[in-house]
């Protein structure tokens, strides 16, 4: 059960959850509040029940009104994890610089917003903190932030993909999340402490292939790069990457050779024939400009194997 206090608290909006926010984290891992459990191992977390319980359960009402795209003009340095002390400073307490509990993740990767309220977005911004910055003691500015994957305006759904590169990065960093809501202007703060645990180095990518459509000028070409492996699994983005002549639409296939699967794909509509596979592009994503590229992921079972792609073009 959802509970919320206070003026201004709404039934559900959403946060980012994976890598999760602050809020949302400090929620989702002590649902029964605070104990001394949590004191021992969640110190931040627990300091953040202390302050206002309430900014736990209204995990997904971190927002400001009317800030019309001036974010950094509404939200002074040392407040940005609390969106400027949004909501008469009830989520101060995750601007406190502190050792934060982190999510390991590669410096490539899918950060995903549960858009609860299904709002939609006019874009998604996220930022890294650059390297040398100390989460624990440091309280987060602007000049600390570097842009790392952002979107234009989607359909968000429960699940929203956004691909980050924070190449460049290791150890615990801040990811600071700007969602600007398509429903009002609303805007959406967030941040998610990450633990990069490459190096900061580029996966390698396949060769990309290319095929065309009836028209030799309207083309695509797809690569295929591994974000991350696992023990049983992988997560996989492929870029699309129209030719001379816009596309209107795409389609991308491939083989797997190594028995992988596919669990979960976003960004594009995915089928699957025994070991082929063919994605299509989502309502959002299919227009692509010459030069220009569109991306989507999925996340598969087995050991990757980076397979040749094929990639066909809609004529606008």
Known sequence: MLVTFGAGSAAAHGAVSDPPSRHYGCYHHWTSGASQQMAVEDPMCYQGWQADASAMYNWNGLFREGVAGNHQGAIPDGQLCSGGLAHNGRYAAFDKPGNWRTTDRPSRFTLNLHDQSLHGADYIRVYAT??????RIQALKWSDLELVGQTGRI??????PVEIDASGRTGHHVLFTVWQASH????YYACSDVNFTDGGTNPTTTTPTTTTTGNPSVGCSATLRVVSQ???GFQAEVRVTADATPAS??????TFTNGERINHAWSATVTTDGSTITARNAAYNGTVGAGT?????FIGFGVASPPALTCTADQP
């Open 249 to 254: 639409g795409w389609t991308v296939s491939w």
């Open 130 to 135: 650059k390297q040398g910055f100390d989460p």
């Open 230 to 232: 696992w023990s049983g």
């Open 293 to 297: 590229a569109a991306t989507f992921g």
């Open 184 to 187: 009002l202007d609303q805007s």
């Open 155 to 160: 359909p968000t759904g429960p699940r929203t």
